[in-house]
């Protein structure tokens, strides 16, 4: 492992607290480094192709993809596609699929088009409806890429997975664990690893097992993580990207988009102040790499990149065609929303929306059902509107944020005790109001959202108050897989003890149901406590009911969407039927539906919220219900 790769960085090279300047930097320490080794990349030919395909003739179902002044050769056709194996996957892969993944037995059409455009020489930006599968799609095509066809006789990533959370690199780790499950005699730290920021026994657990198996085919990672293993001599060459084929960014929105950004630094509080460390990665990645493949071999081969996320918009295509990103490999648009603010994946019509308001007054305490503002739909979808949308829409999330900086930055003048008690009160009676909620409902196991600014310890305290067990996402004990970790109280002798359940075992009806002899004595969770960035992209079994309290716990309509269509109430390939809404409300009744409901409280509630609401859910497409009898 001592190729000259490894001499790339100087020792001034520094990832944390990195802002604009640090690409910067890296980009001088990429111009000072030069190879003498001798890397191919691997990429399949591509112009083997049986047809070609312009825009005009592309796959009707993937009806919204373009192809950006160019024309690439299609190898697979998706329409012709009825069943993974003829996505040419590796058998061994179909087979796990087949005997491992229960619910999976053909492609969804996104999973058809994903997989037969990347057998074909393109980059791809897909915005997909949530929940349809297009993680564990490119999770087979990781797999199935493997080490491609580099002679390289040390280990190398092949593949990088970019994820904004520890949840969902703990989530792909997962799915990995589960489609290798039967491939006994395969070093499984040799095929992927997951690296994103934690506590210190954490990180140095992920680091003692990235030495003793340095360069898995696939890294699961965060942009903070491998940047900070990147700007250390010392841990850079466990992590060799030189032969990186495929960067997958998933839950593109979070990590790269130009509209928000998380900070690198882990002290630092305040989401504005930096360039997304997603950004500051793929810029300095992407020209290392460039520049090593052009200085080694006769014929440059791009990197491809697959952009993804269920809340995509146009600024990222800008944005990677500003970095020239879309230069060397075609990059095709899959499934965007056109311009003017209209979304074209409406809500799931398995689901119903309800926003409920919690009321003090005279007459004491109760739910009722929000009042909001009719929304005029020809000014709503005027292109010409968009950027005062936009306005209209965040401009709450805006000002609650300055105000909770203003708190956080006063924590030591005297004015601070009464803005948290303030907000005490705020949090307290949202717990309120969810407790008459989950009561009326049953106490039907639901996932209940927070905004940032909560603390999960106090929400965690004050249901419990409430007689309301909580479950939050966790890593399992050996830190490879996602779970719920649930601490309860035992009566004899007293104590508390963790339990951890796996996630498709948290809102199953089966581990609920305490008639069941072989289930009564299973300690189980009322609900699964998390924030917004946290649950993105987590995929829920068996799922029904989301609890947002308050209205900056989603911010805008796409998270709005995304969220409903975690709840998991008819089949991937059901719900999207039109018929379905007719066809529930008479066999099943309205009730069996899922349902997102919003929390608000009355001090809260004011005009400018009650209108970005209506903005948000009329952009989605949602008839609101009422909840409350
Ligand atoms: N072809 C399929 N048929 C049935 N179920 C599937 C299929 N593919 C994936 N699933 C299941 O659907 C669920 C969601 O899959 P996945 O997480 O891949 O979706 P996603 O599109 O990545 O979601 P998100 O938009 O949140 O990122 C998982 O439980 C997965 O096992």
Redesign the pocket.
């Known amino acids: 492992m001592n190729s000259p790769i490894y001499r790339l960085l100087p020792v001034s090279f520094r990832a944390p607290g990195a802002n604009a300047s640090t690409v910067q930097r890296l980009s001088r320490s990429l111009a000072r480094f030069s190879t003498s080794r001798s890397v191919t990349i691997s990429s399949s030919p591509a112009n083997q192709g049986k047809h070609t395909c312009s825009e005009a003739k592309q796959n009707k179902r993937l009806r919204s993809a373009t192809l950006e002044n160019t024309r690439i050769e299609l190898k697979i056709d998706p329409r012709k596609v009825k069943t993974f194996g003829e996505l040419n996957i590796k058998p061994p892969i179909l087979e796990s699929i087949s005997k491992n ?1 229960k ?6 059409n ?2 058809k088009g994903i997989l037969a455009l990347l057998r074909s020489d393109a980059s791809l930006v897909v915005r ?10 490119l999770s087979m095509y990781a797999l199935d890429f493997g080490k491609g066809v580099v002679p390289c006789p040390t280990p190398f990533v092949t593949t990088i997975i970019l994820v904004h959370s520890k949840e969902l690199a703990l ?1 792909y780790s997962t799915t990995f664990k589960k489609l290798l499950k039967d491939a006994t005699s395969v070093d499984k730290n040799s095929i992927y690893q997951t690296l994103y920021r934690s506590t210190p026994e954490e990180e140095s657990a992920q680091l003692t097992l990235l030495k003793s198996n340095p360069g898995p085919n696939i890294l699961i990672t965060t942009p903070t993580r491998l940047l900070d293993l990147l700007e250390n001599d010392e841990t850079r060459r466990f992590v060799p990207i030189y032969n990186t084929s495929n960067l997958v960014v ?2 593109a929105d979070l990590l790269i988009s130009t509209k928000s950004s998380i900070s690198t630094a882990k002290s630092d509080t305040s989401n504005n102040a930096h360039e997304s460390p997603g950004i500051i990665l793929m810029q300095f990645l992407i020209r290392l790499r460039n520049r090593i493949v052009r200085e080694n071999n006769k014929k440059f081969i791009p990197l491809r990149l697959i952009i993804t996320s ?1 809340a995509l918009q146009h600024d990222i295509p800008i944005m990677l065609h500003n970095n020239g990103w879309d230069k060397d490999r075609p990059l095709i648009k899959v499934g965007m929303d056109p311009s003017g603010g209209r979304f074209t994946s409406r809500f799931p019509a398995d689901v119903s929306c309800h926003c409920v308001t919690y009321q003090t007054d005279s007459l004491g305490s109760r739910v009722i059902d929000t009042k909001l503002p009719t929304i005029d739909k020809d000014w709503l979808f005027n292109p010409q509107n968009e950027l005062l949308l936009s306005m209209e829409e965040s401009s709450h999330a805006f000002n609650r944020s300055k105000k909770i900086s203003a708190m956080k930055g006063s924590k030591n003048n005297q004015k601070s005790s009464i803005l948290f008690s303030e907000c005490s009160t705020f949090e307290s009676d949202y717990f309120d109001a969810f407790q008459i909620l989950f009561e009326q409902d049953k106490r039907t196991p639901s996932l209940v959202i927070i905004p940032d600014h909560v603390s999960m310890n106090g929400a965690i305290k004050a249901l419990a108050k409430r007689n309301i067990k909580v479950g939050v996402l966790d890593s399992s004990e050996d830190s490879s897989e996602l779970i719920v970790k649930y601490i309860h109280q035992t009566q004899s002798p007293v104590s508390r003890k963790r339990h951890f359940l796996a996630m498709d075992e948290v809102f199953n009806t089966k581990y609920n149901n305490t008639e069941d002899i072989s289930y009564s004595s299973y300690p189980q969770p009322d609900i699964v406590l998390s924030k917004y960035a946290n649950i ?4 829920m ?1 068996s799922l029904s009911r989301v609890y947002a309290l308050g209205f900056d716990s989603l911010p805008g309509g796409r998270s709005i969407f ?1 969220m409903a ?2 709840c998991r109430v008819s ?3 059901d719900r999207r039927n039109k018929s379905l809404n007719e066809l529930l409300d008479k066999n099943l009744g309205p009730e069996k539906k899922g349902k997102l409901i919003i929390v608000s409280i009355d001090q809260d509630f004011g005009n400018e919220v009650s209108k970005a609401l209506a903005i948000s859910l009329a952009k989605i497409g949602v008839n609101v219900t009422p909840l409350m009898k």
Do not use: H, L, M, W
């Not at 997909?128 to 799609?137: E, I, K, L």
């Not at 993105?536 to 995929?539: E, M, Q």
């Open positions: 993944f619910d999976i037995e053909k492609p969804t996104i999973q997909q409806t949530p929940g349809t599968g297009v993680s564990t799609a989530q998933d839950e269920s993105r992209g987590i995929d079994p995304t269509s975690r089949n991937i390939f």
